[in-house]
Every structure is written in structure tokens, then in C-alpha cells.
């Protein structure tokens, strides 16, 4: 009964619930949400600086997340470059002291807090020839007007950037009479003229007053009340913005540390003064607001504006718009000459994909409302990570937000299980179902900044070169199986793997190298495709009976093996030959070929291990050493209890001690060697027993089929910044956010992969004389490319 229930139940969902329907609500989401923001962003008046400066809240206990945009964390070295040759002023009382000292600190967090109390206190950094001064001015009264009104008479002595505000000591010494308060007001309006003059031409913050924990302050300090302090407040904001010269407020009010303070305050040890996480949270709103516009972190999406569009990025939208045109006017002269679409290739294990129905037919028509397609979702791309219409927020780990996800996905994996068509070791269904999960694992690692957490990075580590082995185990099947050395089938692995990132190269204008996995993918591709076609070509039809064969096929696979070690153990070899041009034009990042460098030795020998692999069980598989029948074991009973215990014990034992790494550079260096372990491990518990072959959900192996979209759109359409961030559609709700995201998310990756499909047809025919012609051309418009991109950063 249970088992008829859970098979009613799936196909009830899968009845309702279908890609195309999906895709549909997915659309309209996307408009909905694109006019929301858009609305909010041109009707609200507020843009990100306004944000970073007056609200946010905190990620647990010390992570500041500012409302809808993402906070950098300056370090010594960037500021000193930001603030270079500046002069920077904080004028008020022991609250403003407090937050020059957090600035200072972000500068050069070796100073020490020794200065005289009620005195001014100078700073210098003589290598950015910076200087920060600390000017005390306990009350808003003439003296503070008189400072403020001789910058302007003077300009040449006026700072860059002026951090002002006072009110506690108006309290403290007058006992809160509402006489003072009046007397404040009318301080702040005669002094509101000056700051709005020296707003032209600097930077001015006026910092509004902390809360205070009433219950712990002293005698002399009992009449400072919160309430008192909201009416100081109020009365600010009221007189610097009711003046007509500053009517849209130029003066910044910077309050983010009061909404800070208010879940912290009771951590003050005097009640009047902040605690130091506190104090550092307003130090770098204030560094993140100035600081930003100027030097564009990645991961600092407060107070930035929209970046102009690059060379690459108008070339980009004209081929769009272009292709957009051409659609229309097939469109209108009903064009509809037919050609016949070609089986889809697996990029990944080597594999071809039969075609589900015959021939469906493929005209030009449908290419160009394919490219159109394509620039319709790129401009959701943009719209996502580069303008200034959806929110972005930093990511936080914890480990309820990697596990609890992770659990409910592996639930809904075991839901969709299914008999499998095939029982062959590693056979597609189940292939497919592994990268399933393993995307999965790795997209839920990356949106929960569960990096941070050592034990997960080193098993998402073991992930990662899993593909590589699926790489080497696939590709190598396929040669060494069907001796397919064909410039077609070259071509058409190379377009699939590639056509996505080139494409968001152009509109979100990054380097090749930015998508790493691609490059890595496509250099053992092209590495495993010169071994096994270069001479002698050695196939398995060939090498039946004959031990010569197999010997000549393990030589080659030594050579690839030397080859591997010779580049790892000689990093000046592999930068002499990986930063030659134009070949450093594909693997630079940021001018350094260091992160090519890095995520290629990290895995170097997991592609070797998927062919040695392959070529092993495709041997065994030829002497029928192999029982692969449905319930069957691989081996005898007695064989098989005995590898099957040998991995579990191997597979828990490198989770031991990836669980054990204290350092992650450490662990690193160990990981290509034994990454191995776990990756055969799996294997091997998940093909030996029968039945766990004849088994294999439907829920993962349909991820897995798009695991190469999944994995790329991530960086733009469901993280945010480049990776660094959390994209927010749905501000307020951080799990229906993720929903929904999610949502949009599955659904452009799924059509991606169809797009890139439909394309592959096309840009790559069989015949030879047509191949030749459109690589002709794509080495032309590639070439293009690359004069433009060289250009564009040396005008840049």
C-alpha cells in the first residue's frame, strides 16, 4: 500500500508540475520582480549608500549586514590606496573619539588608544601621506561653528572627509531641560550652512547619537536617557535637513552603528561607550561609504554605481540585437527550410545521447530565436549581477544552513528512485545521478559560505575532482570504445563546454579564467584527446589477445603521468609555458596566472585516475571477470563483502581525517594524492551490490544533466557579486528568497543547456569543408575579441 502511495504521489507531481510550466512561472516571476525593484529603486529615492549608512542588522554575532547590499571588509594595504593623500577630520565628543580610533585602526590596526582624553589627536600615515584628526568639540555650540566656518573661508585647509556629531554632554551638563534641547536645535540650524558649503567639495557625515543601557550608568551620567537621546536625534535630522540648501539632505546621516548598538549596547562596560565589535561595525560603514566608489570591491556592492558597459559588452548587446533583427524578419517572410538535428554529445563521460524521437528538425529561424533567447536570459544575467536593480547580501555560515539543506535534498533523492535501465558499472543513469548530487552539494557549499568550515571544504574538494575523474573515466571510454578522432566530434565537445562561459565572458565582461571548472575541463579534454590520437592509436578492437597493446596504452598513460609531475613540481616551468600569449590570455586572472596554477595542481592526477580507472574495468569487463547482470554482485559473494568492507573503512577514514585538518594549505597539498581514496571508495560501495546498481534516482540524474549550467549561472543568478555574494529578490524573507531564486535559477540553467544544444547543431556541421569554414570564422571573431579586450583594458 505504502509503496503504491509513494508511486501515485510522484506521478501526481510530475503530472502538474512539468519544465515547460515551470519555465513559464519563471518568466513572469522575473518580470514581476524586475518592475518591483525597479519601481522601488526610482520611486523609493534611496539608493545603497543611503542603505549602508542607516540600517542593517547582524549575521550571528559580529557580522554586519548592511539593508540590500554587500559591506567589503578593508584591510590596511586598500585603504591606504583609497585614502591616499587625503585628510580626513572627526570633530565631537568621547563617542566620536571611539570611532576615530576603529578607523585609524582599519589603517594600521597596530595603534594604540593612548591619546589625551578631552585634547585633539592627530594621526599620520606617512606611506599614503594620510592624515586623520581627532578634534574635540564635546557640545554643538559656537566653538564647533566657528572650526566648521573657518574651513570654508579657508579651502586649502578643509578636509576631504568630516565625521562630526556631539549631544551627550548637552545632556549631561544641562540635566536634559528641554531649554537645551531648543538651544541645540537652533546650534545645529546656524551650523548647518557651512557643512552644506563644504559638502561641494568633501565628504560630510554627521553621526547620529548611540543608544545608552540606562541600568549601569553612573550618577553623573543617569539624566543621558535614550529618550532624551531620540529627541537630540530627531532634532538633527530636523535641522540639517529642513535647510533649504540642503534639501536632499547632503549631509549624510550616519546611523547604522546606533542600529547596531541597539542589539549590543548592553555589552557596554560603562553604558555610555560602545563595545569595540560595535564601535568597528560604524568604522567600516564609514571606510565601505567612502571608500567604495572608488576603488569597486567585488564583494562591496554598497554606494557603487552602475559600471558604463565595456567594448566587449556593446559588442555583446549589437550581436543580440542583431540576431533579434534577423529572427523578425524570418519571422515575417514565414522562412522555414529545414535541417536535421544531430544526437547530443555529453561533454562530460563521452557519451552520445540518442535522440528520443527521430530527426526533429532544426531551421535557421529556430537558431536565431535560439540566440535571441540567449540574449533575453543574458540580460537577466546583467540585470542580476552588474545594475543597480536587485539587492545583493553577504553570505554567513552556519551549520544549520548547509546540513538542513542538505538533508532535504538527499530525502527528495531517495523519493525519486527508480529501476535503472542499465546495471553496468558507472552506466549513464547513474553518472548522471552523481553529478546530480554533487552539483547539489556544491551549489548548497557555495550559498552558505560553508568554505569557512574546513571539514566541507576538503569533501567539496573531493567533489570537484570526482568530475575530473568522470571526465578522464568518460572521454577515455569513448576513444578507447569507438576510436572517434574526428574534428567533428573535437568541435562539438569544445562548443558545449565552452559556449556559456564565452558568451558571459562578453556581457559580464570577465576573463576566461574567472569560470575556472570550464578551462580545467576543457584542458583535460584536449589532453586526453592528444594522448589517446596520437600515434600509435591504439583501440580496444585492436588490442584484443594481444598483452602488447595494453602495454603500449599503459605507456602512454605514464607519458601523460611524467607530464603531470613535470609541470607540478616545477611551477617556473608551467608559468613560463601557461603565460605565454595569446595561450595567457585564456588561464590570467587579475594578470596572474596563480589561480590557474592553483586549481590545476589541486586536482592534477584526478583525470589520470578516471582513464587508469576506466581502462582497468573495461579490461575485466572484456575477460567477463564481471558479473554486471540486474542483482547481480560484480564479484563473488566473497570478493565482494571483502571490497565492499575495504571501502566503507577507506571512505570513513578520509573523512576522519578531512574532519581532522586544521589548516586548509596543509590539507591541500595531501588532497591529490588521496582524494582518490574516497572517490574509488564510492564507487565501488555504489556499483558492487546488485541491487544498488539496478537503482538510481531520477531527482539527481535530471540535475546532473545540467550540472554544467548549474555550476556556471551560479556565479551571477543566484549568488551575487561574482560569487562573493547572496542575489536578494526577495528582500525581508531570507528562505522564500531562496526559493524562489532557486526557482529561476533551475529553470534558465535548464534552458541554457537546450539553447546550447539546439546551437551546437548549427555552429557545427559534419561536413568537413563547412567545419573548416565556420572555425575560420570563429578563429576570426575570437581574435576580435581578444584585440578589443586588450585595448579596452589598456584604455581602461
Not at 599614503?128 to 566657528?146: H, I, P, Q, T
Not at 537645551?180 to 536645535?185: R, S
Not at 537558431?367 to 543574458?378: D, N, P
Not at 546495471?423 to 546530480?436: A, F, I, M, V, Y
Request: with cysteine.
Amino acid at each position: 500500500m505504502a509503496v503504491l502511495a509513494y508511486s501515485l504521489g510522484k506521478r501526481e507531481i510530475n503530472h502538474y508540475f512539468s519544465i515547460k510550466n515551470a519555465k513559464l512561472l519563471s518568466v513572469l516571476a522575473v518580470l514581476v520582480l524586475t518592475a518591483v525593484h525597479s519601481a522601488s529603486r526610482y520611486y523609493g529615492g534611496r539608493d545603497t549608500c543611503d542603505w549602508l549608512l542607516s540600517s542593517g542588522r547582524f549575521l550571528g554575532d559580529s557580522v554586519w549586514q548592511p539593508y540590500g547590499c554587500m559591506m567589503h571588509k578593508y584591510k590596511s594595504i586598500e585603504t591606504k590606496t583609497c585614502l591616499n593623500n587625503k585628510r580626513i577630520a572627526f570633530i565631537g565628543d568621547s563617542r566620536i573619539r571611539q570611532l576615530f580610533y576603529s578607523f585609524i585602526k582599519i589603517i594600521n590596526p597596530d595603534i594604540r588608544e593612548d591619546g589625551n582624553k578631552h585634547e585633539n589627536i592627530p594621526f599620520t600615515d606617512r606611506e599614503s601621506l594620510l592624515n586623520v584628526d581627532f578634534l574635540w568639540y564635546a557640545e554643538v555650540n559656537n566653538s564647533m561653528k566657528d572650526q566648521v566656518t573657518a574651513w570654508t573661508e579657508r579651502p586649502a585647509t578643509k578636509p576631504d572627509v568630516i565625521v562630526i556629531g556631539a549631544a551627550t554632554w548637552s545632556i549631561k551638563l544641562h540635566s536634559g531641560s528641554s531649554e537645551t534641547l531648543l538651544q541645540y536645535k537652533a546650534n545645529l540650524t546656524s551650523i548647518a550652512g557651512p557643512l552644506e558649503k563644504l559638502t561641494e567639495h568633501s565628504e560630510v557625515y554627521w553621526v547620529l547619537q548611540d543608544p545608552v543601557y540606562e541600568e549601569i550608568l553612573s550618577e553623573n551620567r543617569k539624566m543621558i536617557t535614550n529618550e532624551q537621546i531620540d529627541l537630540y536625534n530627531a532634532a538633527a535630522v530636523s535641522a540639517l535637513n529642513n535647510s533649504k540648501r540642503n534639501a536632499r539632505g547632503r549631509v549624510k546621516f550616519l546611523e547604522a552603528s546606533r542600529h547596531a548598538a541597539m542589539e549590543t549596547i548592553t555589552l557596554s562596560l560603562d553604558g555610555l561607550h560602545l563595545p569595540e565589535s560595535t564601535r568597528n561595525v560604524g568604522a567600516m560603514v564609514l571606510m565601505n561609504s567612502i571608500c567604495n566608489k572608488i576603488l569597486k570591491p567585488i564583494d562591496g556592492s554598497c554606494c557603487q554605481n552602475v559600471p558604463s558597459l565595456s567594448v566587449l559588452q556593446k559588442l555583446a548587446s549589437g550581436l543580440f540585437l542583431v540576431a533579434g533583427v534577423c529572427f523578425l524578419v524570418l519571422h515575417a517572410l514565414g522562412y522555414s527550410r529545414h535541417t536535421k538535428s544531430k544526437p547530443v554529445s555529453d561533454v562530460e563521460s563521452g557519451e552520445e545521447k540518442k535522440p528520443l524521437t527521430a530527426a526533429v528538425p532544426l531551421n535557421l529561424k529556430a537558431a536565431t530565436q535560439s540566440v535571441c533567447k540567449m540574449g533575453l536570459i543574458m540580460l537577466y544575467f546583467y540585470l542580476c549581477d552588474r545594475a543597480d536593480i536587485f539587492m545583493k547580501e553577504q553570505k554567513f555560515y552556519t551549520h544549520s544552513t548547509f546540513f538542513i539543506p542538505l538533508i532535504y535534498i538527499f530525502v527528495l533523492g531517495i523519493f525519486y528512485s527508480e529501476n535503472s535501465k542499465e546495471t553496468k558499472l558507472l552506466n549513464r543513469e547513474q553518472t548522471d545521478e552523481w553529478k546530480g548530487w554533487m552539483q547539489l552539494v556544491i551549489l548548497i557549499y557555495h550559498i552558505s559560505g560553508a568554505s569557512a568550515f574546513i571539514p566541507v571544504y576538503m569533501h567539496i574538494r573531493v567533489l570537484v575532482a570526482a568530475y575530473l575523474f568522470q571526465t578522464g573515466y568518460g572521454h577515455f571510454s569513448f576513444f578507447w570504445l569507438k576510436g572517434d578522432f574526428g574534428l567533428y566530434r573535437v568541435c562539438q565537445v569544445l562548443f558545449r563546454l565552452n559556449f556559456l562561459v564565452v558568451v558571459l565572458c562578453l556581457v559580464m565582461d570577465r576573463p576566461y579564467q574567472f569560470y575556472y571548472f570550464v578551462p580545467l575541463v576543457t584542458f583535460w579534454f584536449v589532453v586526453i584527446y592528444a594522448i589517446m590520437a596520437m600515434w600509435p592509436q591504439i583501440l580496444q578492437m585492436q588490442a584484443n589477445g594481444s598483452g602488447f597493446w595494453h602495454l603500449a596504452l599503459l605507456l602512454k598513460l605514464l607519458s601523460l603521468l611524467i607530464f603531470i609531475c613535470s609541470f607540478a613540481y616545477s611551477q617556473g616551468f608551467f608559468e613560463s609555458i601557461f603565460s605565454t600569449w595569446p595561450i595567457s590570455k585564456l588561464f590570467e586572472l587579475q594578470g596572474s596566472i596563480h589561480e590557474w596554477w592553483f586549481r590545476w595542481k589541486l586536482d592534477r592526477f584526478a583525470v589520470i585516475n578516471g582513464m587508469l580507472f576506466a581502462f582497468i574495468y573495461l579490461a575485466l569487463q572484456k575477460c567477463q571477470i564481471l558479473s554486471e547482470g540486474k542483482g547481480e554482485p560484480l564479484f563473488s559473494n566473497r570478493i565482494s563483502n571483502c571490497l565492499i568492507l575495504i571501502s566503507v573503512f577507506s571512505f570513513i577514514t578520509y573523512s576522519v581525517w578531512a574532519s581532522s585538518c586544521k589548516n586548509k594549505t596543509e590539507c591541500n597539498e595531501m588532497h591529490p594524492y588521496i582524494s582518490v581514496v574516497q572517490i574509488l571508495s564510492f564507487v565501488l560501495i555504489r556499483n558492487i551490490p546488485g541491487y544498488a546498481r539496478s537503482l538510481y534516482s531520477s531527482f539527481f540524474a535530471w540535475f546532473g544533466k545540467i550540472s554544467l549550467e548549474l555550476f556556471i549561472c551560479q556565479y551571477h543568478i543566484w549568488l551575487a557579486a561574482d560569487t562573493k555574494g547572496i542575489l536578494v529578490l526577495i528582500p525581508g524573507y531570507p528562505s522564500l528568497n531562496i526559493i524562489i531564486s532557486t526557482f529561476i535559477f533551475v529553470c534558465v540553467a535548464h534552458e541554457i543547456s537546450q539553447i546550447t544544444n539546439d546551437l551546437a547543431q548549427v555552429a557545427i556541421p559534419k561536413d568537413s569543408t563547412a567545419l573548416m569554414k565556420r572555425l575560420l570564422a570563429a578563429g576570426v571573431f575570437l581574435g576580435l575579441v581578444l584585440v578589443l579586450s586588450v585595448n579596452g583594458q589598456a584604455g581602461y
